[in-house]
């Protein structure tokens, strides 16, 4: 049971670029969620899913795509890098009722130069 | 790596001292509070929730106190131990619907030293 694993670990782009962050959970559950932490602020929500299908937007959605077609993934995508998305990303996952995020992937570190 | 501000607030211990960390919340129409840690490089982990119905919530070596008159949060740690040291955040939800989001703290950093 490997929980919530994010990839890569770190990653620098180019502003312009491009990428997706991947965030894979085998746990099943239905709720998952992109956060971004930067320093002096606490985790900001980007994008969210309730289950297959559905994604919604969070409190700082814009620069950032999700999609969740299985229940197991729920990439992140970057679709024209800027430096104000430098930040530490984590992905989150819990069973729908429960009350917390309680299973968090190791992050991405991301440097957009 | 760091995975959170320099400028956090920090607060000293020495091991197998207690520590208290305190955490003011926004909303008083939140339901649930919760405790993370995070140690550096690393996402952050579930400590322990409380809902807003009780006053104090009991875990192994942690204990969280609600003080919803002030809109105030603490979380002990007993005995602290040098794994301990890490960067603790509390964050706030206002129920348990299934989009019902977590509104999250900047987080206090605990050192323990020998």
């Known amino acids: 049971n490997a929980g919530v694993t994010q990839t890569p670990k770190f990653q620098v782009l180019k502003t312009g670029q491009s990428m997706t962050l991947q965030c894979a959970q085998d746990?099943?559950?239905?709720?998952m969620s992109w956060y971004r932490q930067d320093p002096g602020m606490g985790l900001r929500l980007i994008h969210y899913?309730?289950?297959?299908?559905?994604?919604d937007q969070g409190e700082v959605p814009n620069g950032y795509n999700v999609s969740r077609s299985t229940t197991e993934d729920f990439p992140l995508r970057l679709l024209s890098a800027a430096p104000s998305q430098t930040s530490v990303y984590f992905c989150?996952?819990?069973?729908?009722?429960?009350?917390?995020?309680?299973?968090f992937g190791q992050g991405t570190r991301l440097t957009v130069v | 790596g760091e995975s959170v501000g320099l400028h956090l607030p920090t607060l000293s211990v020495q091991e197998g001292d207690n520590s208290i960390i305190n955490c003011a919340y926004s909303?008083?129409?939140?339901?649930?509070f919760i405790w993370y840690k995070q140690e550096s490089g690393k996402g952050p982990q579930f400590i322990i929730d409380?809902?807003?119905?009780?006053d104090k919530r009991q875990g192994q070596r942690v204990t969280v106190l609600l003080n919803k008159t002030v809109k105030h949060l603490s979380l002990q740690i007993a005995a602290t131990q040098p794994g301990d040291s890490a960067v603790y955040f509390c964050?706030?939800?206002?129920?348990?619907?299934?989009?019902?989001?977590?509104?999250f703290g900047t987080g206090t950093r605990l050192q323990v030293t020998l």
């Open positions: 909303n008083s129409a939140s339901d649930y």
């Open positions: 964050a706030e939800r206002p129920n348990t619907g299934t989009a019902s989001k977590l509104t």
């Open positions: 989150a996952s819990r069973l729908r009722g429960a009350i917390t995020e309680a299973f």
């Open positions: 899913s309730v289950g297959a299908g559905i994604t």
């Open positions: 409380i809902r807003s119905n009780m």
């Open positions: 746990m099943n559950h239905e709720y």
